[in-house]
C-alpha cells in the first residue's frame, strides 16, 4: 500500500493548516472538518506487550517502568528474543530411562545473539526467573527521588500555609512600609540570616556529587592495539540500556520489551473521537474510525506533461468516491491571502435543499458552535451551546507556496457512489452522466479522469519543483445526526507537487 | 568451457529444472531445488556434502575482473559442506567453507572468502574485499558484524524431510558418478 499512498504528492490541508496526504487524516462527522494527528487529542486507552500481547493496566505498567516483565528484546539488534529449548542430558547418566532434562535460553533470530553468548546460565522453566540486572546506581536514584519528592511535599505545605495566612486579618506593616523583613531584622539586632520555613524543614539531603578533577590517563593499549570493532558496541546498543551503557559486547544482557499503547483520538472541538481502537490488544480493528480516506474524495495524479515554465501543460487527475453517496465535486481558485475563517464559516453553512427536516433550533447550534471556530474568540463569550469546544486552536498558515497557476473549471461533475460489486460487473459502465467532455476524460464506477490546465509561472528556475493547488468543493452527506441524510458543500485545500520544471524544449 | 560437464554424487538430489551450467560437481545428500542457478563461468565447481540450496538461488563463479585475464589456472570454486543457500540468495564468493548461512536474498561478491559457520542476514550486501573469519554474523539493514559463539546449527531435519518431499513433486537427475 505504502507504494500507492506513500510518495505524498497530493497533500489536503488539515483544518488547523498543516497539509497531509490523505491517508493520515482525520474527517470529525460533527464538525465536517478534517483533522489529523497534530490537532486531535491523543489519549492512552491501554498498555500491552506487542509480543505476549497481555494487556498491562495502568498501574501496573508505571511500576513496571513500562515494560513487560516476560518478554525480552535483543539487547544486538533491538528485535524480540525467543526462548529455544536444548535439551541437557539425563539427569543421573547410569539410568538410562531417566528423560533428558530441558533447557531453556534466550536466542534472536535475527542476528543470532543468544543469551549463552554473555554466560547467562540455561534455565529450567519457560518464562525463566532470567536474572535481573542491578542497577548500580539505583540506591543514589532513590535517594534522590525521596528527596525531591520530600521538597515537593514541603513547597506544597508552604502553599497551604500562606494560603491560610492571607486569609488572615492583620496586615503586615512591612509591606506598606516597604522595609523588607530581612532589613527589620538586622535594625532590631536579630541575626539577618533568615531561615525560609521551606528550607526549615528540609528534608535530609543525600550526598553531593563531587567533582572529579584528576582523571584517569589514556590507557596505553589504546594506541597500540588494534581495535577489534566485534567487541565494542555500537550507540545504539548503548543507549538501548541507558543504566549499564555497555562499553562492550559482553556486557549485552536482554532487556525488557517495551510496552505498546493503544490510543483513541478525540476531535478537540465537539470532543468526539475520531479513532478508537479495539481493547483487545490482538485485534487490529477499530471500534470508531473516521478516516478521512472514507469520506473525501481522494486524488491521485494520472499523467502531467512535461513542466515548461510559462506554458500551459495538461494534467490528468483521478478522483475516486469513497462514500456509498453521489458527490458533485467543483473546483475553487485557490486564494493563499484569503482568511482561513472564512472557510470554515462556509462549511457550517447548511445547505437547505434537502434537508428540510433539520430544525431551526438545530441551525442555530450549528452557527454557535461554528463561531468560535471562525472568529476564535474567548469562548466564555458566547453563551454556551450545547456542545462546548473544548479547546479553541487558530488555524495557522499554510506554509506550502504555489508556484503554478491552474486553469480553474467552471463546470462540476458528478461522482457516483462506491459500489464494491461494480469491479466484478463485465456489463459496462451503463451510467448516463452529463459530462462536460472537455473536463471528464473516461470514467468508470465511482472514479473519474479529470483534466486540468495548469501553467508553471514564467520566473521559474529550471529543476525547481512545481506546486499548484486548487480548492475541491464536494458534497458530503451526513447520515449521523438525523434519519435523513444531510448534504453539506464541503470545501478541502488539496496541493499537487507535479514534479520538477524541465527546460524549454 | 560452455559445454556442460554435470557430475553428481550418489545421494544427491538435485532437480531437473534447476539450472547448471559449466563444470559442477554436486557432492552426495546436497539438495538442489527447481529453479536454482548454478554457473561454472570462470572454472569449475565443486560442491560439497548436504548442502541445501534452495529456490532461486544463485552461485555464480566469476573472477574479478582484474584477476580475469591471468590465464595460467583455472580457479576451482570449492564449496564445502552443510552450507545453506537460502530463497533467492546471491553468491559470487571465490571460496567457500563448512556450516555457512546465507540467508534470503543476501549478495556475496565475488572477493569475499567465506571461511567456516558464517551467517550472511537476509538482504545483506557484502561485496567489499574481505575474508570473513570463522563465525562471522552479518545481519541487518547496516550488515552489522558480530561474532557469534559457536556455527549455526545444522538443518538435518529440514534436510530429511524435502529428501522425501521432492521426488514425488519434481523430477530428479539422476547421480552419474560412483563414489
Given at each position: 500500500?505504502?507504494?500507492?499512498?506513500?510518495?505524498?504528492?497530493?497533500?489536503?490541508?488539515?483544518?488547523?493548516?498543516?497539509?497531509?496526504?490523505?491517508?493520515?487524516?482525520?474527517?470529525?462527522?460533527?464538525?465536517?472538518?478534517?483533522?489529523?494527528?497534530?490537532c486531535?487529542?491523543?489519549?492512552?486507552?491501554?498498555?500491552?506487550?506487542?509480543?505476549?500481547?497481555?494487556?498491562i493496566?495502568?498501574?501496573?505498567?508505571?511500576?513496571?517502568?513500562?515494560?513487560?516483565?516476560?518478554?525480552?528484546?535483543?539487547?544486538?539488534?533491538?528485535?524480540?528474543?525467543?526462548?529455544?529449548?536444548?535439551?541437557?542430558?539425563?539427569?543421573?547418566?547410569?539410568?538410562?530411562?531417566?528423560?533428558?532434562?530441558?533447557?531453556?535460553?534466550?536466542?534472536?533470530?535475527?542476528?543470532?545473539?543468544?543469551?549463552?553468548?554473555?554466560?547467562?546460565?540455561?534455565?529450567?522453566?519457560?518464562?525463566?526467573?532470567?536474572?535481573?540486572?542491578?542497577?548500580?546506581?539505583?540506591?543514589?536514584?532513590?535517594?534522590?527521588?525521596?528527596?525531591?519528592?520530600?521538597?515537593?511535599?514541603?513547597?506544597?505545605?508552604?502553599?497551604?500555609?500562606?494560603k491560610?495566612?492571607?486569609?488572615?486579618?492583620?496586615?503586615?506593616?512591612t509591606?506598606?512600609?516597604?522595609?523588607?523583613?530581612?532589613?527589620?531584622?538586622?535594625?532590631?539586632?536579630?541575626?539577618?540570616?533568615?531561615?525560609?520555613?521551606?528550607?526549615?524543614?528540609?528534608?535530609?539531603?543525600?550526598?553531593?556529587?563531587s567533582?572529579?578533577?584528576?582523571?584517569?590517563?589514556?590507557?596505553?593499549?589504546?594506541?597500540?592495539?588494534?581495535?577489534?570493532?566485534?567487541?565494542i558496541?555500537?550507540?545504539?546498543?548503548?543507549?538501548?540500556?541507558?543504566?549499564?551503557?555497555?562499553?562492550?559486547?559482553?556486557?549485552?544482557?536482554?532487556?525488557?520489551?517495551?510496552?505498546?499503547?493503544?490510543?483513541?483520538?478525540?476531535?478537540?472541538?465537539?470532543?468526539?473521537?475520531?479513532?478508537?481502537?479495539?481493547?483487545?490488544?490482538s485485534?487490529?480493528?477499530?471500534?470508531?474510525?473516521?478516516?478521512?480516506?472514507?469520506?473525501?474524495?481522494?486524488?491521485?495524479?494520472?499523467?502531467?506533461?512535461?513542466?515548461?515554465?510559462?506554458?500551459?501543460?495538461?494534467?490528468?487527475?483521478?478522483?475516486?468516491?469513497?462514500?456509498?453517496?453521489?458527490?458533485?465535486?467543483?473546483?475553487?481558485?485557490?486564494?493563499?491571502?484569503?482568511?482561513?475563517?472564512?472557510?470554515?464559516?462556509?462549511?457550517?453553512?447548511?445547505?437547505?435543499?434537502?434537508?428540510?427536516?433539520?430544525?431551526?433550533q438545530?441551525?442555530?447550534?450549528?452557527?454557535?458552535?461554528?463561531?468560535?471556530?471562525s472568529?476564535?474568540?474567548?469562548?466564555s463569550?458566547?453563551?454556551?451551546?450545547?456542545?462546548?469546544?473544548?479547546?479553541?486552536?487558530?488555524?495557522?498558515?499554510?506554509?506550502?507556496?504555489?508556484n503554478?497557476?491552474?486553469?480553474v473549471?467552471?463546470?462540476?461533475?458528478?461522482?457516483?457512489?462506491?459500489?464494491d460489486?461494480?469491479?466484478?460487473?463485465?456489463?459496462?459502465?451503463?451510467?448516463n452522466?452529463?459530462?462536460?467532455?472537455?473536463?471528464?476524460?473516461?470514467?468508470?464506477?465511482?472514479?473519474?479522469?479529470?483534466k486540468?490546465?495548469?501553467?508553471?509561472?514564467?520566473?521559474?528556475?529550471?529543476?525547481?519543483?512545481v506546486?499548484?493547488?486548487?480548492?475541491?468543493?464536494?458534497?458530503?452527506?451526513?447520515?449521523?445526526?438525523?434519519?435523513?441524510?444531510?448534504?453539506?458543500?464541503?470545501?478541502?485545500?488539496?496541493?499537487?507537487?507535479?514534479?520538477?520544471?524541465?527546460?524549454?524544449? | 568451457?560452455?559445454?556442460?560437464?554435470?557430475?553428481?554424487?550418489?545421494?544427491?538430489?538435485?532437480?531437473?529444472?534447476?539450472?547448471?551450467r559449466?563444470?559442477?560437481?554436486?557432492?552426495?545428500?546436497?539438495?538442489?531445488?527447481?529453479?536454482?542457478?548454478?554457473?561454472?563461468?570462470a572454472?569449475?565447481?565443486?560442491?560439497?556434502?548436504?548442502?541445501?540450496?534452495?529456490?532461486q538461488?544463485?552461485?555464480?563463479?566469476?573472477?574479478?575482473?582484474?584477476?580475469?585475464n591471468?590465464?595460467?589456472?583455472?580457479?576451482?570454486?570449492?564449496?564445502g559442506?552443510h552450507?545453506?543457500?537460502?530463497?533467492?540468495?546471491?553468491?559470487?564468493?571465490?571460496?567457500?567453507?563448512?556450516?555457512?548461512?546465507?540467508?534470503?536474498?543476501?549478495?556475496?561478491?565475488?572477493?569475499?572468502?567465506?571461511?567456516?559457520?558464517?551467517?550472511?542476514?537476509?538482504?545483506?550486501?557484502?561485496?567489499?574485499?574481505?575474508?570473513?573469519?570463522?563465525n562471522?554474523?552479518i545481519?541487518?539493514?547496516?550488515?552489522?558484524?558480530?561474532?557469534?559463539?559457536?556455527?549455526?546449527?545444522?538443518?538435518?531435519?529440514?534436510?530429511?524431510?524435502l529428501?522425501?518431499?521432492?521426488p514425488?513433486?519434481?523430477?530428479?537427475?539422476?547421480?552419474?558418478?560412483?563414489?
Open positions: 500500500m505504502s507504494y500507492i499512498t506513500g510518495p505524498d504528492v497530493v497533500k489536503y490541508a488539515c483544518s488547523c493548516g498543516l497539509l497531509k496526504p490523505i491517508s493520515h487524516l482525520y474527517f470529525c462527522r460533527y464538525c465536517f472538518q478534517l483533522r489529523c494527528s497534530f486531535v487529542c491523543h489519549e492512552v486507552d491501554s498498555n500491552f506487550c506487542g509480543k505476549c500481547s497481555e494487556n493496566p495502568s498501574s501496573e505498567a508505571r511500576v513496571k517502568k513500562n515494560r513487560c516483565g516476560n518478554c525480552y528484546v535483543c539487547p544486538s539488534c533491538q528485535q524480540e528474543l525467543s526462548t529455544r529449548i536444548a535439551s541437557k542430558g539425563p539427569v543421573n547418566p547410569e539410568d538410562s530411562k531417566s528423560t533428558p532434562k530441558k533447557m531453556y535460553y534466550l536466542s534472536c533470530q535475527f542476528c543470532r545473539w543468544s543469551s549463552r553468548d554473555v554466560g547467562i546460565p540455561d534455565q529450567s522453566t519457560v518464562t525463566g526467573g532470567w536474572p535481573e540486572r542491578e542497577n548500580v546506581h539505583s540506591n543514589r536514584l532513590q535517594e534522590l527521588v525521596d528527596m525531591y519528592k520530600a521538597i515537593v511535599l514541603a513547597q506544597k505545605q508552604q502553599k497551604d500555609k500562606d491560610k495566612k492571607q486569609r488572615g486579618k492583620f496586615l503586615s506593616y509591606d506598606r512600609t516597604g522595609v523588607t523583613a530581612a532589613a527589620l531584622r538586622k535594625r532590631i539586632g536579630l541575626p539577618a540570616e533568615f531561615t525560609h520555613p521551606i528550607l526549615k524543614n528540609k528534608p535530609k539531603e543525600p550526598e553531593p556529587a567533582a572529579k578533577t584528576e582523571v584517569d590517563e589514556v590507557p596505553e593499549q589504546l594506541l597500540t592495539e588494534p581495535i577489534n570493532l566485534m567487541e558496541t555500537t550507540v545504539e546498543q548503548r543507549l538501548l540500556q541507558p543504566e549499564a551503557q555497555p562499553v562492550t559486547v559482553d556486557k549485552l544482557f536482554p532487556v525488557h520489551k517495551q510496552l505498546s499503547i493503544k490510543r483513541s483520538l478525540r476531535c478537540r472541538h465537539c470532543e468526539h473521537n475520531v479513532s478508537k481502537p479495539e481493547y483487545n490488544p485485534s487490529v480493528k477499530f471500534k470508531i474510525q473516521l478516516f478521512a480516506y472514507y469520506h473525501i474524495p481522494e486524488i491521485r495524479i494520472v499523467t502531467v506533461e512535461p513542466l515548461r515554465a510559462g506554458k500551459q501543460c495538461e494534467l490528468i487527475v483521478k478522483f475516486t468516491n469513497p462514500t456509498q453517496h453521489q458527490t458533485t465535486i467543483a473546483f475553487l481558485k485557490l486564494n493563499m491571502d484569503e482568511e482561513d475563517a472564512s472557510l470554515d464559516s462556509e462549511v457550517a453553512e447548511v445547505i437547505q435543499d434537502l434537508d428540510q427536516t433539520l430544525s431551526l438545530e441551525k442555530q447550534q450549528m452557527s454557535l458552535t461554528s463561531l468560535p471556530l472568529t476564535s474568540q474567548p469562548s463569550l458566547i453563551s454556551v451551546p450545547s456542545r462546548q469546544p473544548s479547546l479553541t486552536i487558530e488555524p495557522r498558515k499554510i506554509s506550502q507556496e504555489v503554478c497557476d491552474i486553469e473549471p467552471t463546470s462540476s461533475f458528478i461522482l457516483p457512489p462506491r459500489d460489486a461494480a469491479e466484478y460487473d463485465d456489463s459496462g459502465d451503463t451510467h452522466i452529463q459530462d462536460d467532455p472537455k473536463l471528464v476524460k473516461w470514467r468508470k464506477s465511482n472514479k473519474a479522469f479529470i486540468l490546465n495548469v501553467t508553471p509561472m514564467s520566473d521559474l528556475a529550471l529543476n525547481s519543483e506546486v499548484c493547488g486548487f480548492i475541491m468543493q464536494h458534497i458530503y452527506t451526513n447520515t449521523v445526526a438525523s434519519k435523513e441524510p444531510q448534504k453539506y458543500n464541503h470545501k478541502v485545500k488539496v496541493f499537487l507537487r507535479l514534479g520538477q520544471l524541465v527546460g524549454s524544449e | 568451457m560452455s559445454r556442460n560437464n554435470i557430475k553428481i554424487l550418489p545421494g544427491a538430489l538435485v532437480c531437473e529444472e534447476s539450472k547448471l559449466g563444470d559442477i560437481t554436486i557432492g552426495s545428500g546436497t539438495i538442489v531445488h527447481p529453479s536454482a542457478t548454478i554457473i561454472a563461468e572454472g569449475p565447481i565443486i560442491i560439497g556434502e548436504c548442502c541445501l540450496i534452495e529456490e538461488v544463485k552461485i555464480i563463479h566469476r573472477l574479478p575482473f582484474d584477476q580475469q591471468k590465464e595460467n589456472t583455472t580457479p576451482v570454486l570449492i564449496i559442506s552450507n545453506v543457500f537460502e530463497v533467492d540468495c546471491t553468491v559470487e564468493s571465490p571460496k567457500i567453507g563448512n556450516n555457512n548461512v546465507f540467508e534470503s536474498k543476501c549478495y556475496v561478491g565475488n572477493k569475499v572468502t567465506v571461511s567456516n559457520g558464517c551467517i550472511i542476514g537476509a538482504g545483506c550486501r557484502v561485496t567489499e574485499e574481505q575474508i570473513l573469519k570463522e562471522i554474523i545481519f541487518g539493514s547496516k550488515c552489522q558484524m558480530r561474532e557469534g559463539l559457536d556455527r549455526p546449527g545444522l538443518q538435518t531435519l529440514q534436510m530429511e524431510t529428501s522425501k518431499m521432492i514425488n513433486y519434481h523430477h530428479i537427475k539422476k547421480p552419474n558418478k560412483k563414489v
